[in-house]
């Protein structure tokens, strides 16, 4: 079983600065995936990163990176040089490797950024 | 490719009726799921398939049907629709769910 929190309804930030996203989880599963998944206004869900657990290093790409920490099962979300097309909701997700799939989500984070 | 296509894109029931949500994917995943969601409470899976002839229950699968009887097709089915089922849907896909999911651009029901 897995559960995934994220304990900031909202965040906000100003453009050009830097936002952190926080995202928790538990898992039973020694193998598994983290995803962070941006959902703007129009609805779409879009993948922004993914990280395997086995993997120390932190996944980064373009101005989003991670903090995965194992350990003490966190896993936030670090957008640099923040734009305005970055406001969105942002989920945090988890699946394991043996769990045929199934994808399990955070609350969501709504960001704001101020221009 | 369309990627993920779900149909339609708005709904209005009354309680009482039942209807389809279409979801088909033209890139040959074997994994497919629906979910909802509603605020401040994520996306749930409802139902997911590992392919074709495969289906098995999510977290919230009560008042829901599926059936995958072609790899490409996916759809959802709503037995007796119910106020609680007000939500929006999404269809999704993936040819190896360690990599992550494509969705669909979501189906918003409203049940009255």
């Not at chain 1, 993914?50 to 957008?79: C, D, G, M, P, W």
């Not at chain 2, 999704?92 to 918003?108: E, K, M, V």
């Amino acid at each position: 079983a897995q559960t995934v929190t994220q304990s900031q309804p909202e965040m906000s930030v100003q453009e050009a600065e830097t936002v952190t996203l926080s995202c928790t989880y538990d898992t039973s599963e020694s193998d598994y995936y983290l995803f962070w998944y941006k959902q703007p206004p129009s609805r779409q869900m879009i993948l922004v990163i993914r990280q395997e657990a086995y993997k120390q290093q932190n996944a980064t790409e373009n101005r989003f990176s991670v903090n995965f920490q194992k350990a003490a099962k966190s896993f936030s979300l670090k957008i640099s040089d923040s734009q305005l097309g970055d406001a969105a909701m942002y989920f945090c997700a988890s699946v394991g490797s043996t769990s045929y799939g199934k994808l399990t989500f955070g609350q969501g984070t709504i960001l704001t950024v101020h221009p | 490719n369309a990627g993920v296509t779900q149909t339609p894109k708005f709904q209005v029931l009354k309680t009482g009726q039942s209807m389809t949500l279409q979801c088909a994917q033209d890139m040959n995943h074997e994994y497919m799921s629906w979910y909802r969601q509603d605020p401040g409470m994520g996306l749930r899976l409802i139902h997911y398939s590992v392919g074709a002839g495969i289906t098995d229950q999510g977290e919230v699968p009560n008042g829901y049907n599926v059936s995958r009887s072609t790899t490409e097709d996916f759809p959802l089915r709503l037995l007796s629709a119910a106020p609680s089922q007000t939500s929006v849907y999404f269809c999704a896909s993936s040819r190896d769910f360690l990599y992550g999911y494509t969705f669909g651009s979501g189906t918003r029901l409203t049940v009255v």
